[in-house]
């Protein structure tokens, strides 16, 4: 292994080599690096100035070393040392190529992530070898951190750069990289439902497309995506249901979670506003923004109403871009004065729908399959057991899901 050494003459005035070690350096030294050459002879090398370059250049030093040992250039030299090792930016393009008929936005959180880390690698990582060290994803994690990135973010895109570190357990030893940085872990919050008076104060803040949009999402207890890709198509008016499918519109592609087509209920009440929204309105989509693109807008449109309704608590903080143009800057605003409050997202009216289906009776496995959940504990985490009533399905789904007042 090289070593650097100073060169120094002691009070004797006999020139003499000693081995840098923290603090100070002696005055009016040179700087030398020990190592051993490819014959196994111990070796000097010419002099530097400083430390600093004495270190930076210890493992060029040997390595030019043992090129010439070997008649190789230190370019021919380093690719045979290389040989059978996978640079990071090359295992990103083989993980990458393998997980691309994820859904679209498991793909986008792969990418964004395993760009990142190629842009940001620690200093003298190049292969996955030097990556996967407790080190290197300290450091890198550190890059996460400094950017300013929340828990929310930094949890899952370690995720990703620990599973593609995994295909490479057999080049680096390493089977489970998680296990050598601690990453801290986003608290997670259980939905709350809405209380009957919270729903009549959001639907009576709401204009009519408003209403009609948010009480699909309350019928169906869909997610954002599921109501950004329904079409008439997926309508059965007869049935009173609601078909959640993968389909691609307008140059995007929808998935469904799990890759699980379902049917989810709608209620007498939603039919027959979807049915009349229909009769006078054109395309392919329930809802639409402008072009005729899927609506991508429904959370920031519902944080809207819950400020309208006055239902925001006043105290969240958050910075976001404000002004136009050239102009837009960070601002930091509170939801008493702004509409971005934490208290208000989509998944509370999944919860709401499933929470008011098991309060009418009907039974949980009933509530998973219409939710897509991909296990009972899952959909248990929103709710407590009731017992199921006698009554007719479809008037329990109508109960359930009837609005306090309408339009």
């Not at 890198?140 to 995994?166: A, C, D, N, Q």
Request: aromatic share 8%; charged share 30%; net charge positive.
């Amino acid at each position: 292994m090289a070593a650097v050494y100073a060169r120094f003459k002691n009070q004797a005035g006999s020139w003499k080599y000693e081995k840098v070690a923290k603090g100070r350096p002696p005055k009016d030294a040179s700087f030398h690096v020990r190592f051993t050459d490819a014959t196994g002879k111990r070796r000097w090398s010419p002099p530097f100035k400083s430390v600093e370059d004495a270190n930076a250049n210890s493992e060029g030093v040997k390595i030019a070393s043992e090129a010439a040992a070997h008649g190789l250039t230190v370019a021919e030299f380093r690719d045979t040392l290389n040989a059978g090792k996978t640079t990071v930016k090359d295992a990103v393009d083989a993980f990458l190529k393998l997980k691309k008929r994820k859904r679209p936005k498991t793909v986008n959180l792969y990418t964004n992530a395993l760009s990142h880390l190629v842009e940001h690698l620690p200093k003298g990582v190049r292969f996955v070898g030097d990556l996967a060290t407790a080190d290197a994803l300290d450091e890198y994690l550190e890059v996460l951190e400094r950017e300013g990135f929340g828990k929310k973010t930094i949890h899952p895109r370690m995720g990703v750069v620990f599973s593609m570190l995994k295909d490479h357990s057999k080049e680096t030893g390493v089977e489970f990289a998680s296990k050598l940085v601690s990453v801290a872990k986003p608290v997670k919050q259980k939905p709350k439902a809405y209380s009957d008076a919270e729903i009549k104060k959001l639907f009576e803040a709401m204009s009519e497309e408003e209403w009609e949009r948010y009480a699909f999402f309350l019928s169906t207890g869909c997610r954002e995506q599921e109501m950004m890709f329904a079409t008439w198509d997926d309508m059965d008016f007869t049935h009173k249901t609601y078909k959640v499918e993968g389909k691609t519109i307008e140059g995007e592609e929808f998935v469904p979670k799990n890759h699980e087509v379902r049917v989810t209920p709608l209620t007498t009440e939603a039919c027959e506003m979807l049915k009349a929204r229909k009769a006078r309105m054109k395309g392919r989509l329930i809802f639409t923004a402008e072009g005729g693109k899927p609506e991508g807008h429904f959370l920031r449109k519902f944080k809207a109403v819950a400020k309208r309704a006055g239902l925001n608590c006043g105290t969240c903080k958050t910075t976001i871009k404000d002004g136009k143009y050239h102009l837009r800057k960070d601002v930091e605003v509170t939801c008493e004065t702004r509409p971005v409050c934490e208290k208000h997202y989509l998944h509370r009216l999944r919860k709401t729908a499933a929470t008011r289906w098991l309060h009418s009776g009907i039974n949980l496995r009933q509530i998973q399959l219409w939710l897509g959940d991909s296990s009972l504990e899952i959909t248990q985490q929103y709710l407590d057991d009731v017992n199921p009533s006698g009554e007719d399905m479809q008037a329990r789904i109508d109960r359930a899901g009837r609005l306090v007042s309408s339009c």
